[in-house]
Nanobody, 111 residues
Framework: QVRLVESGGASVQVGGSLRLSCTTT????????VGWHRQAPGKQREWVAS???????NYLDSVKGRFLVSRDNAGNTAFLQMNNLQPEDTAVYYC?????WGQGTQVIVSA
């Protein structure tokens, strides 16, 4: 089992940006898939974006062009850069990898 720790959530205004981080053991994300999910109040958790070990990325249609998944060279931190945030992006964001979930980090977007 691998521990994933998210950080970076905050309250921002519409159009703002945030960068979420997901940290784990060294090199882990160089060899494993990482996914970002979110759960809004009263809704089911949904997949948002992901990066394969190859570096290939995929995005939910509603965040394409606004969100970007990346990882650091050491492979122990994955990032979700979120730009032009909208109220519908308000949720708890989780990172996921190889059967492990982080604890989540809250993002609130207000007008």
């Amino acid at each position: 089992q691998v521990r994933l720790v998210e950080s970076g959530g905050a309250s921002v205004q519409v159009g703002g940006s945030l960068r979420l981080s997901c940290t784990t053991t060294e090199n882990f994300f160089r060899f494993n898939y990482v996914g970002w999910h979110r759960q809004a109040p009263g809704k089911q958790r949904e997949w948002v974006a992901s990066m394969q070990s190859t570096g290939d990325t995929n995005y939910l249609d509603s965040v394409k062009g606004r969100f970007l998944v990346s990882r650091d060279n050491a492979g122990n931190t994955a990032f979700l850069q979120m730009n032009n945030l909208q109220p519908e992006d308000t949720a708890v964001y989780y990172c996921y990898s190889e059967g492990n979930w982080g604890q989540g980090t809250q993002v609130i977007v207000s007008a």
